[in-house]
């Protein structure tokens, strides 16, 4: 017993040698030699024995459970030999991999399937022959116990490739038993008997489903052509979804786009396209859900991620162009989902037609006939940044100010830079509306709990990708901003507003410096121009003055009846105005230190500084001061 002990610990000690030395053999297969008289395990006892081929064990097991099959004591018979090809555990949790339904062996848990499994197993064994590594030859063909053959192959290792031309890897040689000789292989090998049994529940992969599908041939060949080696990506470990256009649907995006054939498509093109229809992960019908997904395209501004909708409203139609015909064909790396459409590249305007939660927006773009909003934003040339209200926005919008609508919508269009979620910050930006006299109007996000548009409007649904930029849906119509309308937005003028509110209810100055009309009573017309203390510049005063006294000194930060922007200041030198306070200020150009301007108040004050300029509004501009201005007191 102590010699039976000692011989499997050095049948062990041989085989972890051979196993480390194989990165250096370079003449074919790993070989293990014993001393025949060392030899006490037959081929059953051997595997047994072996760790790394415990699910063959078990897989003779279970093949056994039928009483058609007698597999371990077969090959436990010492008065025959034989050649087995031994299948390490990996194989056989590859192999249970592309059993679609199968977890484990268990899962042969009826004789048909017991009998199947035999067959798959004597598939690896030779009978009436103890063949060696170094007996087999370059394109010999075996036939195996099951009936049909193997092809060696011994270049650069030994290899045996089955009915469905795959090849197991030798990657342990010649364990010699008292009955015969195991090689370890990587992978099962399939007999084309097992083939045909198993053609409804063997998975291949994404490429070979597609390759094996008539219909989708043309799939197939752009894949081919497309750069990335697509084809072996698809074949790759992945998971992947892939939505699969059919040879008709190929047909009409060629036509559509002007191609005679797939070869007419430029190449970075036709790679973006495919990409375009491939999505992480294996999204099975079930697991789908209404919204956005993101491709494998990175024709997405910035080289980003397209975005795809996917819409369950009736079946799955994909960026409102593309059904899924054929949901949920299986692969062992993923899900094909076969469509009747090409998916093209989406613009910001294709992405706001495919989606009918911004048909609203659709509709107030492309009001009688109105191409102005279409033909901007399918420009490739400009990057863009849209907040698109969903439908119940524009239901809800009153537009109480009675503003122009193509001006609304440009107020919610930033054109030359995509912005995306993860990069806002509290800050104002520039949008495509203009004011009367021509001045790109600005927008206020704030990103302080989510991200809100001027104070009113917050982003729903962000991120979604196009060619030539990034749209964010947002639950609110942007109207077109007062002055009054930053003050309130900006958390760094809260304490202005409280002076212009609740400290001075006797003077309606919200109401004032939200005019947007000439005309009044009062003389206080628009635009304005106001010079807005930071919470800061508050808090520095020795205390905030009376309601009397504070009026006047708000009073002091006002200039109406001119939108007085950075650009109208004298480039070097002293520009003054008049306050709605009466007395003048005086700004000059340029400022010192960290002033962009210097300011002197009313009451000669001269270390105020403008430190932010030209937050514009519709009706009047605002710049930022660091200390609040006083007036004269004197006069």
């Given amino acids: 017993m102590k010699t039976k002990i000692l011989n499997r610990f050095f049948l062990l000690l041989m085989a972890t040698f051979v196993l480390s030395c194989s990165d250096d053999d370079d003449n074919g297969p790993d070989q293990m030699e014993a001393d025949p008289m060392m030899v006490e395990l037959n081929i059953v006892e ?4 072996t760790e790394s081929v415990s699910s063959l064990v078990a ?11 007698n597999l371990i004591s ?25 059993l679609d339904g199968f977890d484990s062996l268990d899962d042969f848990n009826t004789e048909q399937l017991q009998n199947l499994l035999a067959t798959v197993l004597t598939y690896h064994v030779v009978g009436g022959a103890a063949v060696t590594s170094s007996a087999l030859t370059e394109g010999q063909v075996i036939t195996t116990v099951q009936g049909e053959d193997l092809t060696v192959s011994i270049s650069g290792g030994v290899y045996f490739t089955d009915a469905a ?16 000789i195991i090689h370890l292989i990587d992978k099962i090998l399939l007999p ?10 063997l998975l291949s992969s994404i490429t070979d489903l597609a390759i094996a599908t008539p219909t989708l041939s043309n799939l197939v060949a752009a894949l081919q052509a497309a750069d990335g080696d697509l084809p072996a990506v698809l074949a790759g470990e992945g998971p992947f979804t892939v939505f699969a256009p059919t040879d008709d649907a190929f047909a009409t995006f060629l036509s559509d786009n002007g191609f005679a054939s797939l070869s007419d498509v430029p190449v970075d093109v036709l790679t973006q396209v495919l990409l375009n229809h491939v999505v992480s992960g294996a999204n099975f019908s079930t697991d789908l859900t209404a919204g956005y997904i993101s491709t494998l395209s990175t024709a997405g501004v910035g080289g980003n991620n397209l975005s795809m909708l996917v819409d369950l409203s009736n079946s799955v139609t994909l960026n409102g162009v593309s ?7 299986k692969a062992i790396n993923g899900v094909v989902h076969i469509v009747d459409a090409v998916i093209g590249l989406p613009n910001i305007v294709d992405h706001a037609v495919a989606n009918p939660n911004l048909s609203e927006l659709v509709g107030a773009l492309t009001m009688d006939g109105n191409t102005t909003f279409t033909t901007l934003l399918s420009d490739s040339e400009t990057d863009f940044t849209v907040f698109a209200p969903v439908n119940a926005a524009f239901t809800a919008f009153m537009n109480p100010n009675s503003n122009d609508l193509n001006a609304i919508l440009a107020n919610h269009v930033i054109a030359g830079a995509a912005a995306f979620s993860s990069g806002l910050t509290n800050s104002y930006v520039t949008t495509a509306a203009t004011n009367a006299d021509g001045d790109n109007l600005s927008m206020y996000i704030n990103t302080d709990d989510g991200v809100t548009i001027n104070g009113a409007s917050t982003v729903a649904a962000a991120d979604i990708v196009a060619t030539n930029g990034v749209i964010h849906a947002v639950d609110a119509v942007i109207d077109l901003p007062t002055v009054v309308t930053f003050a309130v937005a900006d958390p760094n003028f809260s304490t202005l507003v409280t002076a212009l509110t609740e400290l001075t209810p006797a003077t ?20 304005f121009t106001v010079f807005a203390p930071t919470n800061a510049a508050f808090e520095a005063l020795a205390e905030i003055p009376g309601e009397d006294v504070l009026t006047q000194v708000l009073l002091h930060h006002v200039v109406a009846g001119a939108n007085v922007r950075s650009t109208d200041l004298t480039a070097d030198g002293d520009t003054m105005a008049t306050t709605l306070e009466g007395d003048s200020m005086t700004i000059t150009l340029p400022g010192t230190g960290d002033h962009i301007a210097d300011v002197t108040d009313g009451a000669g004050n001269s270390d105020i500084g403008i430190i932010a300029v030209d937050v514009q509004a519709n009706n009047g501009v605002i710049h930022v001061l660091n200390k609040v201005m006083l007036p004269d007191t004197m006069n």
Avoid: C, M
């Fill in 74 to 98: 077969t090959l436990s018979d010492e008065t025959t030999n034989f050649t087995v090809l031994a299948p390490t555990n990996d194989a056989f949790t590859d192999l249970l991999a592309r």
């Fill in 508 to 527: 309606d100055f919200a109401g004032i410096l939200s005019r947007s009309e000439g005309g009044n009573t009062d003389g206080i017309n628009p635009d």
């Fill in 59 to 69: 897989a003779l097991a279970k093949a056994d459970e039928s009483a058609s099959n």
């Fill in 192 to 201: 084309q008997a097992a083939i045909d049994a198993l053609s409804d529940i």
């Fill in 323 to 329: 059904n899924v015909t054929a949901p949920d064909n």
């Fill in 165 to 180: 031309g795959e090849a197991a890897q030798v990657t342990l040689a010649d364990v010699e038993t008292t009955n015969g």
């Fill in 46 to 49: 051997t595997a047994q024995d």
